[in-house]
């Protein structure tokens, strides 16, 4: 028998499925509601409408269900703002330009590239974002579909994903598998889980309109 060195450890079997289910626990960690971070309750002024003040603005907006007034830079993104004040991070920041889809969000129940809006846009809107299409610890049956159906794997670009095909059967594009190709087109998955994302669709299709 061959002597172990110090430090040595047992081999360890690691499946695949065991691999995607962490991964798809860990993506639905996104998926649930977050409160407004403390800095940006702070930040909260007295109602009124959108106010100049230099380089300055005050919105507000609705997220998630959360009246919000704060003031921002008038050059921030909603994507930034949704990060970085609110506390939203389930929204994520892939290429910055509009490309990836990892962004997405819904802007009056349309979807939005948070990294190419401006924040003020958001000023008398409600804005959506992957924690908010959950009710509390109920998953949404879109997420629900994605972790069935093994729609993720790293999980980075799946709060997009899943934003973008609530969009597709509200708005009644999931009649075939071509015709949610086509409307997913703007999302990219970097792993190519391309055939378990278009699967999850179709069953939470059902699912959503039976609802």
């Given at each position: 028998?061959?002597?172990?060195?110090?430090?040595?450890?047992?081999?360890?079997?690691?499946?695949?499925?065991?691999?995607?289910?962490?991964?798809?626990?860990?993506?639905?960690?996104?998926?649930?509601?977050?409160?407004?971070?403390?800095?940006?309750?702070?930040?909260?002024?007295?109602?009124?409408?959108?106010?100049?003040?230099?380089?300055?603005?005050?919105?507000?907006?609705?997220?998630?269900?959360?009246?919000?007034?704060?003031?921002?830079?008038?050059?921030?993104?909603?994507?930034?703002?949704?990060?970085?004040?609110?506390?939203?991070?389930?929204?994520?920041?892939?290429?910055?330009?509009?490309?990836?889809?990892?962004?997405?969000?819904?802007?009056?129940?349309?979807?939005?590239?948070?990294?190419?809006?401006?924040?003020?846009k958001a000023n008398g809107r409600t804005v959506t974002t992957i924690e908010g299409v959950a009710a509390g610890d109920t998953l949404h049956a879109m997420q629900r579909a994605f972790i069935d159906h093994d729609a993720l794997q790293c999980g980075y670009c799946t709060p997009g994903q899943v934003m973008s095909a609530i969009a597709c059967v509200r708005?009644?594009?999931?009649?075939?598998?071509?015709?949610?190709?086509?409307?997913?087109?703007?999302?990219?998955?970097?792993?190519?889980?391309?055939?378990?994302?278009?699967?999850?669709?179709?069953?939470?299709?059902?699912?959503?309109?039976?609802?």
């Open positions: 028998m061959k002597d172990r060195n110090v430090g040595d450890v047992e081999p360890v079997s690691v499946t695949r499925r065991a691999v995607l289910g962490t991964g798809a626990g860990a993506a639905a960690t996104t998926m649930l509601p977050l409160p407004i971070r403390a800095d940006a309750q702070e930040g909260m002024v007295p109602p009124s409408s959108l106010v100049e003040t230099g380089t300055t603005i005050r919105i507000a907006t609705t997220v998630n269900s959360q009246f919000v007034e704060i003031d921002i830079d008038s050059r921030a993104s909603l994507l930034d703002m949704l990060r970085e004040r609110l506390g939203f991070t389930g929204t994520k920041k892939g290429c910055d330009h509009g490309q990836c889809g990892a962004c997405t969000v819904h802007v009056d129940g349309r979807t939005a590239l948070s990294c190419l809006t401006l924040a003020a708005q009644r594009q999931a009649t075939s598998k071509d015709s949610i190709r086509e409307f997913m087109s703007g999302n990219i998955c970097r792993c190519g889980a391309y055939v378990g994302i278009v699967a999850a669709i179709e069953a939470a299709a059902s699912e959503m309109q039976e609802g």
